[in-house]
């Protein structure tokens, strides 16, 4: 018998702003795939991660928890994932044949987390290319499209032969044939999967793609795109650090952005690039679904794990608080007796939701424990996010209109008034007529710190200089 529950594709990316989208009102970026998924679908511009890095971001994801429930509120690699609930688990348990290919970022490298199959690509891990590393963990064996690539191009190909570093900011074009890039593999992997399915059963694929995430390598025709654009430069404030990105502004891999306003634009190019052909592999998995005749009951979720700040405010990379760090993309796109009309859906919205809305969308059981909403009866009015981050440790609360901020190990605050100054420019947090309302945010965070193995509260203010732990020791997630 065949089960006619819908399909559910999770479209995810790794480090795309939220603002980089035609939808999202991006002067430069082109995006026609995902506009045309957004404008038929729910768009969400208040998205948010709760923990701005790789790791952590996809473990909320993965579980519905909140940062600190997983215990993954910073960077560290290595760190088992025992979970015993996760999204791909639930829907698997509820009858959905579950795959992923992609970027999974788990360890162990080759843990299911869930899924039925799993074709891996994590792009350049550090921790798993060194030579100490077993082979059954290097990635050079582990990771599925390392090892095609180097059956279509011999032993010794890599996507470092472009001569870029995964964290940096400098950008070249591909220097292989363009259905050997990444981002067309997971594609290709992704359609392959829906010719060898279980037709009877509904399917939940996750196409999980490492771009726009450095090294800023899509093929020639992405940078030709972009090339001979006047770029919109990045946003400038009252409280940018010049004197780090001074010190650190011709370091490539740095977390300030280049100095070099020449380096600037190419690395907006090569970003911007990333982002265009991943959209247009979107577009080839929705031709692919509509000719498998699957994609009128298919529910398509996007969404990114986290941003890149791209030289605003000094800033490259992650982990900081800033819009172009946590803000991402999230759209939904489907039968409309499903998610309802097309529509723009304001309430803050954060990565724990994506597993209690799939499970919902699959007819599914949403465990109680969940700290996750629906995303088809939003309603949150503020999220708290953090991220251990060295000096700049961090914890903020954001709302459609503001967002509030404190940096953990000196103290300091910062207050913007989203609604009109969207891109930071301004410090706000000595003005008197905001002093009430930041109140508010600083006694949110504090209820949401209370009782943390860090000690940032007493319950009744926020302690600053208490060590910043990337895992916490008490929080291993919970079974379903």
């Not at 994506?354 to 309603?379: C, F, N, R, Y």
């Not at 710190?449 to 200089?465: H, K, N, V």
Request: contains cysteine; aromatic residues 10%.
């Amino acid at each position: 018998m065949i089960d006619n529950r819908p399909n559910i594709v999770l479209i995810m990316t790794d480090e795309m702003r939220g603002d980089c989208m035609g939808i999202a009102g991006h002067p430069d970026v082109q995006t026609p795939y995902l506009d045309s998924l957004a404008s038929n679908g729910v768009y969400f511009p208040n998205a948010y991660t709760p923990c701005p890095s790789c790791i952590a971001a996809r473990a909320v994801m993965h579980t519905g928890l909140s940062p600190r429930h997983c215990g993954r509120v910073g960077y560290r690699d290595r760190v088992d994932w025992n979970y015993g609930c996760t999204m791909a688990g639930e829907l698997a348990r509820a009858g959905y044949y579950t795959q992923c290919v992609g970027k999974m970022h788990v360890h162990p490298l080759r843990s299911l987390q869930g899924f039925h199959h799993i074709e891996l690509h994590d792009g350049y891990l550090h921790t798993y290319r060194s030579a100490s590393t077993p082979s059954c963990e290097n990635q050079k064996a582990a990771d599925d499209y390392f090892h095609w690539l180097r059956e279509e191009k011999g032993v010794d190909a890599d996507i470092t032969d472009t001569g870029l570093e995964c964290n940096s900011w400098v950008s070249r074009p591909w220097i292989y044939e363009e259905q050997l890039h990444p981002t067309n593999w997971v594609t290709s992997r992704s359609i392959d999967f829906l010719r060898r399915r279980d037709p009877r059963k509904p399917f939940f694929l996750m196409a999980s793609y490492v771009r726009p995430h450095a090294p800023y390598d899509a093929p020639q025709h992405y940078f030709d795109l972009y090339e001979g654009k006047e770029l919109t430069p990045p946003l400038t404030g009252d409280w940018d650090d010049r004197e780090r990105l001074a010190r650190d502004g011709r370091t490539y891999n740095s977390f300030t952005g280049p100095s070099d306003p020449e380096l600037i634009r190419r690395q907006q190019i090569g970003y911007y690039a990333c982002i265009t052909h991943v959209d247009h592999q979107i577009g080839r998995l929705i031709q692919a679904l509509n000719e498998y005749e699957v994609l009128q009951n298919t529910v398509i979720l996007f969404t990114s794990d986290h941003g890149e700040m791209l030289s605003d405010h000094c800033f490259s990379r992650k982990s900081l608080p800033y819009q172009g760090s946590i803000r991402i993309p999230l759209l939904m796109n489907g039968p409309s007796e499903l998610i309802g009309r097309p529509r723009v859906e304001k309430a803050v919205a954060g990565l724990q939701d994506v597993m209690p809305t799939l499970l919902e969308l699959a007819g599914a059981e949403i465990p109680a424990h969940l700290d996750g909403q629906s995303l088809l009866h939003p309603g949150r009015e503020m999220l708290h996010g953090e991220h251990s981050f060295g000096d700049l440790s961090n914890h903020f609360v954001v709302t459609e209109t503001d967002k509030y901020v404190w940096f953990s190990q000196d103290g300091r605050e910062q207050y913007f008034r989203l609604d009109t100054d969207p891109g930071e420019r301004h410090n706000a947090i000595n003005e008197p007529q905001y002093a009430a309302r930041i109140d508010e945010l600083r006694r949110f965070l504090i209820r949401e710190l209370a009782g943390r193995e860090e000690g940032y509260t007493d319950g009744e203010r926020l302690i600053p200089g208490r060590t910043a732990l990337a895992v916490l020791h008490n929080a291993t997630g919970k079974n379903c």
